[in-house]
């Protein structure tokens, strides 16, 4: 079993930054892929991006947002830029098993953490 704990979230104006972070137990982290996915009211969780020896975001955060990972500490960050309103959702962090080279669907995702709120105000 592995536990994930994001933290950082918080209430930002459009345009400012925030940092997510993400510590997930187990002794094989560096081997771990690890996800970023949110969900704003009323909608499906949606895909950010993933890290494991390289990185791959959404569409809608390329440019803005960067994945980063502290396999010492066992902690990846999402580094959020440039934030929209649009950005507001809760923040999830997942942990994929090491088979799956670039998981981006929540399927592929096998533990989560209890999500953090982003709020962007305009």
């Known amino acids: 079993q592995v536990q994930v704990v994001e933290s950082g979230g918080g209430l930002v104006q459009a345009g400012g930054s925030l940092r997510l972070s993400c510590v997930a137990s187990g002794r094989t982290f560096s081997a771990y892929a690890m996800g970023w996915f949110r969900q704003a009211p009323g909608k499906e969780r949606e895909f950010v991006g993933v890290?494991?020896?390289?990185?791959y975001y959404a569409d809608s955060v390329k440019g803005r947002f960067t994945i980063s990972r502290d396999n010492a500490k066992s902690t990846v960050y999402l580094q959020m830029n440039s934030l929209k309103p649009e950005d507001t959702a809760v923040y999830y962090c997942a942990v994929a098993p090491s088979s799956i080279r670039t998981p981006k669907t929540l399927a592929e995702f096998d533990y989560w953490g209890q999500g953090t709120q982003v709020t962007v105000s305009s």
């Open positions: 890290i494991r020896w390289s990185t």
